[in-house]
């Protein structure tokens, strides 16, 4: 399905939930959150019939998101059902990891392909100051249990945050030089308008100063042309190194231009760009008999009106939604 810039729109990421076991200070605030009542969450059935319909228009790819998308208790169910429709060629998942340990197995065998897993530093105290709640060692226990479920190679994402955690890049990046990981900067975005949003503005660290900072300690890095044009990471790796160091800049170096996703929200909507709040309703949909050729029609509507690009550098960006709600 191209949309009107020409674009192939064929990955499709779901936020299953917008609660969360951890508190990261860009994303959630303490206080004055208000969630999605349980009845106005899609159920896994509903996911498998947007799904469905989807992958009959040409979607290939999908990724579950949240919130914290193990928080579902439904969700290995979720990720067999899209495993198992036909023409599905990848599940993934990004989550914080602290559940992994007992849900890394389970969901490997109920065909989740690849994962990422969004850990900030590797020091524990700065760990608590920038995702809060939980702990360093449950989210190393759940890394060890994605390797172990075979959920390889591990990509680590690490939000830079300024005077929370760009004094760890580096200690990040070693990971990449030790091990097959993937690890990838990923630059602060401001989404809500709310705390977290200021945050993200007065905390961003461009992936500029990332790479000059993890080069200078650790050497050059060598860039390795992505086989995928749509992927939105920079990669590169050290000389020797078995992993990937790769920088996710949307800010200082948007890439709308390839842009191939669209967003299904927890509460049954099409979202058409991350940092905009146009949405398409498709639960109405679901909920009034609509078969898939109607689930279809809206996802059609909502890859017609995909914007041609974020508007971060006008000021503009989500007022309704927050990141915790859309799922990265
Ligand atoms: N809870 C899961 C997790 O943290 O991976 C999945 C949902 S979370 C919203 C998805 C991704 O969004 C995370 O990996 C995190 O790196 C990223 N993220 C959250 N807030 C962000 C922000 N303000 N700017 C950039 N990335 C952000
Ligand atoms: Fe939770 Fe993920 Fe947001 Fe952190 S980034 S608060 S882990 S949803």
Same mark, same amino acid.
């Given at each position: 399905?191209?949309?009107?810039?020409?674009?192939?729109?064929?990955?499709?990421?779901?936020?299953?939930?917008?609660?969360?076991?951890?508190?990261?200070?860009?994303?959630?605030?303490?206080?004055?959150?208000?969630?999605?009542?349980?009845?106005?969450?899609? #159920?896994?059935? %509903? $996911? +498998? !019939?947007?799904?469905? *319909? @989807?992958?009959?228009? &040409?979607? /290939?790819?999908?990724?579950?998101?949240?919130?914290?998308?193990?928080?579902?208790?439904?969700?290995?169910?979720?990720?067999?059902?899209?495993?198992?429709?036909?023409?599905?060629?990848?599940?993934?998942?990004?989550?914080?990891?602290?559940?992994?340990?007992?849900?890394?197995?389970?969901?490997?065998?109920?065909?989740?392909?690849?994962?990422?897993?969004?850990?900030?530093?590797?020091?524990?105290?700065?760990?608590?100051?920038?995702?809060?709640?939980? #702990?360093?060692? %449950? $989210? +190393? !226990?759940?890394?060890? *249990? @994605?390797?172990?479920? &075979?959920? /390889?190679?591990?990509?680590?994402?690490?939000?830079?945050?300024?005077?929370?955690?760009?004094?760890?890049?580096?200690?990040?990046?070693?990971?990449?030089?030790?091990?097959?990981?993937?690890?990838?900067?990923?630059?602060?975005?401001?989404?809500?308008?709310?705390?977290?949003?200021?945050?993200?503005?007065?905390?961003?660290?461009?992936?500029?100063?990332?790479?000059?900072?993890?080069?200078?300690?650790?050497?050059?890095?060598?860039?390795?042309?992505?086989?995928?044009?749509?992927? +939105?990471?920079?990669?590169?790796?050290?000389?020797?190194?078995?992993?990937?160091?790769?920088?996710?800049?949307?800010?200082?170096?948007?890439?709308?231009?390839?842009?191939?996703?669209?967003?299904?929200?927890?509460?049954?909507?099409?979202?058409?760009?991350?940092?905009?709040?146009?949405?398409?309703?498709?639960?109405?949909?679901?909920?009034?008999?609509?078969?898939?050729?109607?689930?279809?029609?809206?996802?059609?509507?909502?890859?017609?009106?995909?914007?041609?690009?974020?508007?971060?550098?006008?000021?503009?960006?989500?007022?309704?939604?927050?990141?915790?709600?859309?799922?990265?």
């Amino acid at each position: 399905m191209k949309d009107r810039f020409g674009r192939q729109i064929d990955y499709l990421r779901i936020s299953v939930i917008d609660h969360c076991n951890l508190r990261c200070v860009y994303c959630m605030p303490l206080r004055g959150l208000s969630f999605i009542p349980s009845p106005e969450l899609l #159920t896994a059935a %509903e $996911i +498998e !019939r947007v799904a469905e *319909a @989807a992958v009959a228009v &040409g979607f /290939r790819k999908f990724r579950l998101t949240g919130g914290e998308p193990t928080l579902r208790p439904d969700i290995v169910e979720i990720v067999a059902r899209i495993a198992a429709l036909e023409g599905v060629e990848d599940v993934a998942m990004t989550t914080n990891a602290v559940l992994l340990p007992r849900l890394a197995q389970p969901l490997a065998a109920a065909g989740l392909g690849r994962i990422n897993i969004h850990v900030d530093t590797f020091n524990p105290e700065r760990l608590k100051k920038i995702m809060r709640f939980g #702990t360093l060692e %449950e $989210i +190393e !226990r759940g890394i060890a *249990a @994605a390797e172990e479920a &075979g959920l /390889r190679p591990i990509k680590i994402n690490c939000v830079v945050t300024r005077d929370y955690n760009d004094g760890d890049v580096v200690d990040v990046a070693r990971r990449a030089l030790e091990r097959d990981w993937h690890t990838r900067f990923i630059e602060l975005m401001p989404l809500g308008g709310g705390e977290a949003a200021h945050l993200s503005l007065s905390q961003f660290v461009p992936s500029r100063e990332t790479r000059e900072r993890i080069e200078a300690a650790l050497g050059p890095l060598v860039p390795v042309p992505s086989a995928n044009p749509a992927d +939105e990471s920079r990669n590169y790796r050290f000389e020797g190194g078995p992993g990937i160091v790769g920088f996710i800049s949307p800010v200082s170096e948007p890439y709308c231009g390839t842009c191939n996703r669209m967003r299904l929200t927890a509460d049954g909507r099409f979202h058409l760009c991350l940092l905009n709040d146009d949405e398409l309703d498709v639960k109405k949909v679901l909920r009034s008999g609509g078969g898939r050729a109607e689930v279809a029609a809206v996802l059609a509507r909502a890859v017609g009106l995909k914007p041609t690009g974020h508007r971060l550098e006008e000021g503009i960006s989500t007022e309704e939604r927050s990141m915790f709600q859309i799922g990265g």
